[in-house]
């Protein structure tokens, strides 16, 4: 609970390292992927597994849910991306979208956006599956990317790189967050679309403006890398 601090309710997987987990738009489910291939439901209520989606041959590393709540989409170890229909407990397609592994995925009703340890950054249309823009094709790793709401941006961060925002619709460099002197670890965008909170190994915590570009506040982490 974000009120109390105390701990709701556990989930466990008995077989394999969990590496991702995200909660659906209705907040009756979390998705999670492991290192067993195995991307599992759970049920909010009661912290029971509600079913498992078999499809991916390795590590399971990031997962998420498009707004609506129908489609979830997951990456894997070997740069396999899995678009699954939650309505039908089904794989809608798999495609090898990636060279290697798949650090962050994000999504909008309409399009879902990989990052990989290729360095690519790459919109996809959802559930088709065709690739429509490589937004960044670089050797260093893309870890993280957010949709900034309403669903026109995104931003990624990654390896020793400014964040980058990108017009997911055009498939244009939108702008620069600049500020971070170490590998960008995480990056998450606030509900109205007006902030973006970043966190990397330069043990830092940065709230940027999105409109103006611009550094809003610098949290420090004396001891610990995020």
């Not at 849910?65 to 070997?78: C, E, I, M, Q, Y």
């Not at 990052?115 to 790459?122: K, N, Q, R």
Request: aromatic share 6%.
């Amino acid at each position: 609970s974000l009120e109390t601090g105390q701990v709701v309710r556990t989930f466990s997987s008995p077989r394999s390292s969990i590496n991702a987990v995200v909660i659906d738009p209705r907040n009756r489910l979390a998705l999670s992927g492991s290192d067993d291939g195995v991307v599992r439901g759970w049920d909010l209520r009661t912290g029971r597994q509600a079913f498992e989606l078999k499809e991916h041959r390795s590590f399971v590393m990031s997962v998420a849910v498009t707004p609506g709540g129908r489609f979830a989409v997951s990456g894997d170890w070997l740069g396999t991306l899995v678009i699954w229909d939650l309505t039908k407990m089904r794989k809608v397609r798999a495609i090898k979208a990636h060279r290697t592994r798949i650090m962050a995925i994000a999504c909008t009703n309409a399009k879902t956006i990989t990052g990989s340890g290729d360095g690519a950054v790459c919109v996809w249309a959802i559930p088709k599956g065709k690739r429509l823009f490589v937004l960044r094709q670089r050797a260093a790793s893309c870890d993280s990317i957010a949709i900034v709401p309403p669903g026109k941006l995104a931003v990624a961060g990654g390896d020793y790189d400014p964040i980058k925002i990108w017009n997911v619709n055009s498939g244009k460099l939108a702008g620069e967050l600049q500020g971070h002197t170490d590998q960008i670890r995480a990056v998450a965008a606030s509900r109205d679309g007006r902030l973006v909170v970043s966190a990397g190994d330069d043990r830092t915590v940065r709230v940027w403006d999105v409109k103006s570009r611009r550094e809003q506040e610098n949290l420090q982490l004396p001891q610990a890398d995020v």
